[in-house]
């Protein structure tokens, strides 16, 4: 079956980095659109960044110049870097696959600090 599977969160101080990764399997990742998501404590769940199958990326204005996603398409891997973290960027990261399989992880905690 389908599975997203994250890794790679964690707490770090406000200025750090952290590289999340979403390992798949169960449908033909090369051909895929993906993705990252969060949801922040208290609100909603909100677009983040995405790849295309083309390597074209799309970021939210509050993580441009700060995050860079990337995929390897050998591993069925898609990554998101995130360097000068700050502490609004706390919250829970989804992967999501877009198109045309579509399909979410369970979630890995990024806690920035002060």
């Known amino acids: 079956q389908v599975q997203l599977v994250e890794s790679g969160g964690g707490l770090v101080q406000a200025g750090g980095s952290l590289r999340l990764s979403c390992a798949t399997s169960?449908?033909?990742?090369?051909?895929?659109?993906m993705g990252w998501y969060r949801q922040a404590p208290g609100k909603q769940r909100e677009f983040i960044a995405s790849?295309?199958?083309?390597?074209?990326?799309s970021y939210a204005d509050s993580v441009k110049g700060r995050f860079t996603v990337s995929r390897d398409n050998a591993k069925s891997t898609v990554y998101l870097q995130m360097n000068s973290l700050k502490p609004e960027d706390t919250g829970v990261y989804y992967c999501?696959?877009?198109?045309?399989?579509?399909?979410w992880g369970q979630g890995t905690q990024v806690t920035v600090s002060f």
């Open positions: 999501h696959a877009f198109w045309p399989t579509i399909a």
């Open positions: 169960g449908f033909i990742f090369s051909i895929n659109d």
């Open positions: 790849i295309t199958t083309g390597g074209s990326t």
